[in-house]
């Protein structure tokens, strides 16, 4: 298993594509798919990629800015995500930075739900992600 991974440029239209699969399909409007956010900095790339390889469905899309990471989980709330992100922890041994939204509950467009993760992210784990407005 491994997710498939874009190009961080990519992000934003990654997540178009994933609102309009999940207004498609999903009628009820559920929590469609969840974006976990991963500050993997202090990890090595190899550990990383290895991680990512074992814990990631190939369903999961990647984007990266550095060691910032950006997981798109489709069909998956965030109870699911927060297994995923436990499994990154244990993996790791140690206690990753993180946090995620979803989607529709956190936000009706790509733009909505970059600005929530962009000031989540800055409030609750304490890291500016300012290179995100260049998505914007």
């Given amino acids: 298993m491994a997710g498939i991974h874009f190009e961080f440029e990519d992000f934003k239209q990654l997540l178009r594509l994933n609102i309009g699969i999940a207004d498609r ?17 202090s990890q090595k790339d190899d550990r990383v ?6 814990i990631l469905r190939t369903s999961d899309t990647i984007a990266n800015n550095s060691a910032d990471y950006f997981f798109v989980l489709p069909y998956t709330d965030k109870y699911g995500a927060e ?18 939204i979803s989607y529709p509950s956190d936000g009706e467009n790509a733009d909505e739900l970059i600005g ?3 000031t989540s992210v800055k ?4 890291k500016d992600l300012d290179y995100l407005d260049s998505l914007k």
Avoid: M, P, W
């Avoid at 990154?88 to 993180?98: E, H």
């Fill in 123 to 126: 409030h609750f784990c304490k």
């Fill in 116 to 118: 929530v993760l962009q």
């Fill in 49 to 54: 990629a290895k991680a990512l390889e074992k």
């Fill in 83 to 100: 297994i995923v992100k436990k499994l990154f922890d244990d993996f790791f041994g140690n206690f990753i930075n993180s946090f995620l």
């Fill in 25 to 41: 399909l999903d009628e009820n409007r559920a929590e469609s798919f969840t974006i976990l956010y991963c500050d993997f900095s």
